[in-house]
């Protein structure tokens, strides 16, 4: 209803630039955690993510990928009683953002391969410094927010847990995963719900986020969709020295 409010005296003042809540918890069956949103920096992306907490999308859905010492992905999966997991239906496709740095414990958004402007729902957190590679793939990866004071124990405890096709399970053994019993919700990690806890208008203001600095000095969301000569060759070549990693893809 708050969120509501506010998105209706948006609409009526004509200000639709503008973001008023950015501190939001993740309430999760592994524990809570806040995470704060770069409201100024990174507008779009965290009015989209605004949006889909206040549609609801995100109650009750998996994290649905787990890469170990690399991404914790959730957002657009939901689990309804068997296997495969339930792919939710999306908003369209927002702007790429590229301005922060994939470093350990920020959220970035996920999108499909070799389109930069693709992200819709799903999200992912860095487990680790993941600069080299995500700031400079697919055009950037957006970085909007990080989380705050301890919750990186959570999420770090949420990448830690055993996995059944990439998929973080509880008390679901290897052996169960091999001949595809049926588990139970409770055996998936559930978003309970992300709600927003501060609706200050500017709670970004004491954060010093790193800058991307692979993707170049200007911030155009456009960066790598149209293909210049330079960022071409410096795509090739970041793409050879991170063959080996896993890429961060919306399913």
Known sequence: MLKQIFFSTVILLGLTSSVNATIVEFQTSQGNFQVNLYDQSTPKTVDNFLQYIDEEHY???????????????????????????????????????PVYSNVKGTIAMAKSPSNPNSATDQWFFNLENNASNLDLQNGGFTVFGQVIGDG????EKI????????VPMVDYSSQNCTDSTTPGIENFVVINQIIIIDSSEVTDADLSPAKNTLIGDSNNPDTGSSGGGVFIWLSIFGLILIAARKLVVQK
């Open 59 to 97: 109650t009750n859905s998996v994290v649905h990928r787990v890469s170990p010492n690399f991404v914790v992905q959730g957002g657009g999966f939901s689990f309804e009683g068997q296997w495969p997991l339930e792919r939710t239906s999306a908003n369209p496709a927002i702007i790429n953002e």
């Open 152 to 155: 990186m124990t959570v999420v």
């Open 159 to 166: 990448g830690g847990l055993a996995l059944c096709q990439d």
